[in-house]
């Protein structure tokens, strides 16, 4: 990473790193806590990996003046972290639980001692299994009750947060939860799905009114979006990769900016899109401050008709699974390209795609600033015989990301901050503790925190950066 590449980023640039409360926090039974769908789902037979869970996960509850110190030691400008609902309101509802809102007082007041700015993300999966009882994300009562709780921690911190985030990926909580399955709650129901997507996006809108009654700070919310392309330019891979952007992208952003679901997904779905009020779409477009992008990965997605012929183009599809529900809704399948590096995800890596994505979000939709509120990379980490963890493949990975950013902002788009995925080693969801993206190794018997070399890589990058 040169001098040059890093002028690009202003001294205002927020520089973080970012985790969630059910991957990291442990202390489920704690404090007041209520039960969340995660609590449920990683307990049930054949679930999450190994039979993982998130009772003590980095037992950070625990440990959390070590982690901040090691915030203060990265010296990163801002902190993105998330509120875990059911340890504010046990049931999803009603009076908060004061021992929930001293544990995250208590967090923020350490990071401005440090002066790292907090990032606070108020859904980040981890809903109050009272709710889902009552339907979850598939009842349009649950984003009334999303937008009082949000009113709840606004009230709390609104003194001491500047940025708010206001739900992390409500595509994996609408599709990898109520679709696909392999997510809280499990369920496999396009239906299902398709009401989850408008409930949580009417939920950001009312928490949106809600907050702005309160507060002057700003507010957005966080898609995971990504570069979708057909693996050739046959007509049906063209049909099948206009599909998959809509349901990854398109179904969130043309709401949010253009106060519309997308014609092409009305028709396909139906359902609580198409039913969709004039009064819910200028609640949830009523206008955001900021958005917050995760990316990981470009999608190649092909027509299942033309599978044949992939290897004949250089590409690789798994065909032992059989099809998730959208692939199957869509006749869809995703592909590797061969040759091209992949994280221990089995995600390909372009660090150019993630340029190529937030120029069209810019020229398609927004010129508001943009923050990278996730990028990171899972792999094949160790501890050497010398105690230290050697993850070059990290480094390569944030660096190359990094590079996209400048050159991003060297075509005019306004990108106001990078958080790192992820701080810690942790919980990660349906693969357990079996994939590692921190850049600090945790043992997770013995709670140990080991900074990896991407750590200090990434200390340097961060002082380059506010030297340029």
């Known amino acids: 990473m040169t001098d040059l590449e890093l002028g690009n980023f202003g001294r205002d640039f927020f520089w973080g790193t970012a985790t969630a409360s059910y991957q990291i926090e442990g202390a489920v039974s704690e404090g007041g806590r209520g039960t969340s769908i995660w609590d449920t789902f990683s307990h049930s037979d054949g679930k999450v990996t190994n039979g993982d869970t998130g009772d003590i996960a980095c037992d950070h509850y625990h440990r959390l003046e070590e982690d901040l110190d090691l915030l203060g030691q990265l010296g990163v400008s801002t902190y993105r972290f998330s509120l875990a609902w059911p340890r504010i309101q046990p049931d999803g509802s009603g009076k908060p639980n004061q021992g929930g809102i001293d544990f995250y007082a208590r967090l923020i007041d350490g990071l401005l001692e440090r002066n790292i700015e907090p990032v606070p993300t108020i859904y980040h999966w981890d809903l109050p299994q009272s709710l889902q009882d009552k339907g979850g994300w598939k009842m349009r009562e649950t984003s009334y009750r999303f937008a009082d709780y949000a009113g709840v921690v606004t009230d709390a911190f609104k003194d001491r947060v500047k940025h708010w985030i206001t739900l992390n990926e409500p595509w994996c909580s609408a599709w990898l939860g109520y679709a696909v399955g392999v997510h809280a709650p499990g369920e496999t129901n396009i239906d299902s799905a398709v009401a989850a997507t408008h409930h949580l996006l009417l939920g950001h809108g009312l928490a949106l009114q809600q907050m702005r009654s309160m507060t002057e700070a700003k507010i957005g919310i966080t898609l995971n979006l990504s570069v979708v392309r057909p693996a050739s330019q046959d007509r049906a891979d063209i049909e099948v990769a206009r599909l998959v952007d809509g349901n990854l992208n398109r179904i969130f952003l043309d709401p949010i900016f253009k106060k519309q679901y997308p014609g092409d997904l009305v028709s396909h779905y139906g359902g609580?899109?198409?039913?969709?009020?004039?009064?819910?779409?200028?609640?949830?477009?009523?206008?955001?401050?900021?958005?917050?992008?995760?990316?990981?990965?470009?999608?190649?997605?092909?027509?299942?008709?033309?599978?044949?012929?992939?290897?004949?183009?250089?590409?690789?599809?798994?065909?032992?699974?059989?099809?998730?529900?959208?692939?199957?809704?869509?006749?869809?399948?995703?592909?590797?390209?061969?040759?091209?590096?992949?994280?221990?995800?089995?995600?390909?890596?372009?660090?150019?795609?993630?340029?190529?994505?937030?120029?069209?979000?810019?020229?398609?939709?927004?010129?508001?600033?943009?923050?990278?509120?996730?990028?990171?990379?899972?792999?094949?980490?160790?501890?050497?015989?010398?105690?230290?963890?050697?993850?070059?493949?990290?480094?390569?990975?944030?660096?190359?990301?990094?590079?996209?950013?400048?050159?991003?902002?060297?075509?005019?788009?306004?990108?106001?901050?990078?958080?790192?995925?992820?701080?810690?080693?942790?919980?990660?969801?349906?693969?357990?503790?079996?994939?590692?993206?921190?850049?600090?190794?945790?043992?997770?018997?013995?709670?140990?925190?080991?900074?990896?070399?991407?750590?200090?890589?990434?200390?340097?990058?961060?002082?380059?950066?506010?030297?340029?």
Request: one cysteine or more; charged letters at 25%.
């Open 272 to 468: 609580a899109i198409a039913d969709a009020t004039t009064e819910d779409l200028e609640t949830i477009g009523q206008g955001i401050d900021f958005l917050g992008v995760n990316f990981y990965f470009p999608s190649i997605v092909i027509a299942r008709q033309n599978i044949d012929k992939a290897r004949s183009q250089g590409l690789y599809v798994d065909t032992s699974r059989e099809p998730n529900l959208i692939d199957a809704d869509f006749g869809s399948a995703g592909v590797h390209r061969m040759g091209v590096k992949r994280t221990a995800m089995d995600w390909e890596i372009e660090a150019g795609a993630l340029t190529e994505l937030l120029v069209r979000v810019h020229d398609e939709y927004s010129t508001l600033p943009i923050m990278i509120t996730e990028n990171g990379c899972a792999t094949h980490d160790y501890v050497n015989p010398s105690g230290k963890v050697i993850d070059d493949d990290r480094i390569e990975y944030i660096e190359s990301h990094i590079a996209a950013l400048a050159s991003a902002i060297e075509k005019g788009v306004d990108v106001a901050g990078y958080f790192v995925w992820s701080l810690l080693d942790n919980f990660e969801w349906a693969y357990g503790y079996s994939r590692r993206f921190g850049i600090v190794w945790v043992d997770y018997e013995t709670q140990r925190r080991i900074p990896k070399k991407s750590f200090y890589r990434y200390k340097e990058i961060i002082k380059a950066a506010r030297d340029a």
